[in-house]
């Protein structure tokens, strides 16, 4: 690999700060339901998916680290929650186990199809992690989609939990393939082997007929058209600030501590 | 969910070639769900080359004392006591391989 010039390592910088947070805060958000999930086999599942999530954030943060020369764990702690740059699907508190698994189903579809996309990456370490991380993700659509169909089978109440979060989730999780600022450069470079618009599209190809499948609500044709919103990455809400406080507890006890 | 929740016995295989050990067991209400939780709790640590998941319902179970642990002395039935050594060296020579320096031990 050649190596990249100034403009393309920032575009690619970005492209790894949205995938690195994705992954961390998901797998944040998720780890609370560790001791209070529905059944205590899930109990461990669901903590064991969302220590997943972080390891391959780490993965993606060391990525970054290695790129701009800063480290990791600065990187994943030491931002204020403004300069976090995840999805809007990522901004939401945990809230119920209906809205966890519409929100796991949502981002664990779009989250395929990007490493799938990825794994033919022009920039070789990204295209590495990718084909890596698919090894593990295939477990995770397996089993929220599982509990898609569970849900969604399992009841009046269950169901119409289910499908009002799949309603509410709908716009945020557009997001996760919101525009970046260096989309052409990282498209023009072939480290992104295809638009994010177009990866949006065939995302859609894919969970609207399984949604049908279920009997679930479907996005209308106006919302299919409708594209992410441009600050689906840089909008942050109270819930997430929250969560920024939680998660730099530790770190931020004392600066600079070596753990 | 728990009352229809099943048991799920899970033997798991540390190495290409070794025995199934038994592991535990996971609660789940059908064969999907007991293979997503058998993967969670044996073998997330990379620690299971291959997990077996067998409901408890399947498992012959045999415990009658009269039949494992009969009142008689069986001691005859064991193989110690018995001087196998020149025997099965008289039987590799016969066979030519002498010294293959295997199961040349005296048994029990």
Known sequence: MSELDKVTRACLAELLLALADDEFVLGFWDSEWTGIAPILEEDVAMSSVSQDEIGHAKAFYELLAGLTGENADEIAFGRPPEAYRHAALMNHARNDWAFTIARRYLYETADALRLESLAGSSHEPLANLAVKMRREETYHLLHFDLWLRRLAEGGE??????????????????????????????????????SLESLRARWLERVVPRLEELGLPVPTAAQRAAKPRTDGRTQRTADFTWLHGEFTTVSGSEAGATW | MAARDRVWEVFRQEAEGDPMIHGGSVKAPDEELATHYAREFYGRRQESERLWIVPREAITELDDPDLLKPPFDRSFKRPGGFLIKHKLEAAKTRAGTAGSGEAEETAE
């Open chain 1, 157 to 194: 109440d269950s169901r119409q939990r289910l499908s009002a979060m799949l309603e509410r989730l709908w716009p945020d999780a557009q997001a996760v393939f919101a525009p970046l600022d260096g989309e052409a450069c990282l498209l023009a470079a072939g480290i992104l082997p295809e």
